[in-house]
């Protein structure tokens, strides 16, 4: 099964601090993906990486950076918390299937954050 | 540009009766994927089903079933025999097989399931 874990459920944060959500797939998944989740809003992408030490923005990645120094780990930053930042954290990863299949997903527990 | 709609926010169904949640798409992409996930209260994404767009059969797994119709750009989830643990959040989301591999994702649709 796959696996995909991120280091907190829950976290709180105050406004301006610097913000550490890691994630990490013991599948060896070539695909690693940040969103973030509010009500209404359904998922939306953050940042995305295909491979290790490449990163590209997603739909909204103001405020967001990320890093990925090792294929299993995908780190999401926030420069300077603030409290439109409060929201859901999801990671996923996946592998790429050939032909025309499409890539399937798998998700982390998520990581609420508030930010105070 | 892809996008998902689904229009109902939540719905109801008795326990071992069948329910069909709706899902819409958009895209200009030739090749791409359909899924469903379900989000219990817990928080995580669980993914249940997917249909290629070239799948020529509907997909099934297990008690879910993908009713999909491309000419109606609609892939609707039907779950049979509805269970107390299928209460929870559905998104249906799709991607495209070449390019940007991210999901685009519905608003969701809160299912209960009543005794």
């Known amino acids: 099964d796959v696996k995909v874990t991120q280091s907190s459920r829950y976290l709180v944060k105050r406004t301006g601090e610097k913000v550490f959500l890691e994630c990490v797939q013991d599948?060896?998944?070539?695909?690693m993906f940040w969103y973030r989740q509010d009500p209404g809003l359904g998922l939306r992408l953050i940042y995305f990486?295909?491979?290790?030490?490449?990163?590209e923005k997603g739909d909204i990645p103001e405020g967001y950076s990320v890093s990925r120094e090792k294929k299993e780990r995908f780190s999401l930053i926030l420069e300077s918390a603030s409290t439109n930042q409060t929201s859901m954290y999801l990671c996923?990863?996946?592998?790429?299937?050939?032909?025309?299949?499409?890539?399937?997903?798998?998700f982390g527990p998520g990581t609420r954050l508030t930010v105070l | 540009a892809q996008k998902i709609t689904q229009t109902q926010p939540g719905m109801f169904v008795q326990e071992k009766e069948a329910v069909t949640l709706d899902c819409t798409y958009d895209?200009?992409?030739?090749?791409?994927?359909l899924f469903w996930y379900k989000q219990p209260s817990s928080g995580e994404m669980i993914f249940l089903i997917y249909q290629g767009s070239y799948d020529q059969q509907n997909a099934t797994e297990g008690r879910y079933s993908l009713n999909f119709q491309k000419a109606r750009k609609s892939a609707n989830l039907v779950i049979s025999a509805s269970q107390l643990g299928d209460s929870a959040m559905y998104f249906c989301?799709?991607?495209?097989?070449?390019?940007?591999?991210?999901?685009?994702f519905g608003s969701g649709t809160r299912l209960q399931v009543q005794p």
């Open positions: 599948m060896d998944h070539e695909n």
């Open positions: 996923a990863s996946s592998t790429p299937r050939t032909g025309y299949s499409t890539d399937t997903q798998y």
């Open positions: 895209t200009s992409d030739p090749s791409y994927g």
């Open positions: 990486s295909y491979d290790v030490k490449m990163k």
């Open positions: 989301a799709m991607s495209a097989d070449t390019g940007r591999r991210a999901l685009t």
